[in-house]
């Protein structure tokens, strides 16, 4: 990879999105400190205190996470885990809420810091919900296995393509990564953690006939549970990445 990559543009080429995890992880951990760019409380969950995390290895074109996701090196500040811990339950606290979340970009880059926090709340009440695109979880099989520690951990899968064609077109990474979040379905089940799957199936974007595909490749996983689908909304960020990419769906 010759250059950090930023939103997808036209004609883009594809990237290993392994290798841009690794290379997010130099730009927003350092030892068990992560990059985030805010802490606050929000409605969805039913109200859920949230850290937004920066850094992410897919460039998704409806991805509605601020710019810190294309540009890490110039958003955010570095929390410990301690201090992302303490600010996370503080402010549940001070709203009485019980869900804790890491959010806002791919929050299981940075293994030390999440498994950091993740033994600074477990045992306090709160249930901890972590939404990952699975790349991590399909990619390091034992992953789903250290998380299963945490009693209280719930996690939301996004799948983002059926097909490997689908994957590359609109997330930028190489077609052939396609089945690691379903391999992060089956570790997780594995694993015995809580978990469940979304899936951006959005029909502006996804064609009938992968989602289809999708929806037989989960089931090959074994996952019987429900499928929360997905639909794009016109963030800002959304519509910016789609341009640039030459979607046109609104
Ligand atoms: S939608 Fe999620 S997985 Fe895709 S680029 Fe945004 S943060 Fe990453």
């Not at 010759?2 to 883009?12: D, I, N, R, S, V």
Request: hydrophobic content about 35%; charged content about 30%.
């Amino acid at each position: 990879m010759q250059e950090y990559p930023a939103y997808l543009t036209k004609g883009f080429t594809p990237y290993d999105p392994i290798e841009l995890w690794q290379l997010t992880e130099e730009k927003v951990c350092r030892g068990d400190a992560r990059k985030y760019t805010d802490f606050y409380c929000v409605g969805v969950y039913g109200g859920i205190s949230t850290g937004y995390t920066v850094g992410c290895c897919l460039r998704c074109v409806f991805c509605w996470v601020d710019f810190s996701r294309d540009f890490p090196d110039r958003y955010g500040d570095f929390y410990s885990a301690a201090e992302a811990a303490r600010r996370l339950v503080e402010n549940a606290r001070k709203k009485r809420l019980t869900r804790l979340r890491i959010s806002g970009a791919e929050p299981m880059l940075g293994k030390e810091h999440l498994l950091g926090v993740l033994d600074r709340v477990t045992g306090q009440g709160f249930t901890f919900i972590l939404e990952t695109n699975g790349i991590p979880l399909g990619y390091d099989a034992g992953y789903a296995a250290e998380l299963a520690r945490y009693p209280g951990i719930h996690i939301r899968v996004s799948i983002k393509a059926g097909s490997a064609r689908g994957f590359e077109e609109r997330t930028g990474a190489r077609g052939e990564s396609w089945e690691l979040p379903f391999r992060a379905v089956e570790n997780l089940m594995e694993a015995g953690v809580s978990f469940h799957v979304a899936a951006m199936t959005d029909p502006r974007l996804m064609p009938r006939d992968e989602r289809r595909s999708l929806l037989r490749r989960l089931r090959e996983t074994g996952y019987t549970d429900w499928v929360e689908e997905e639909v794009c909304d016109p963030y800002r960020t959304s519509l910016v990445r789609l341009k640039e990419a030459g979607f046109d769906i609104f």
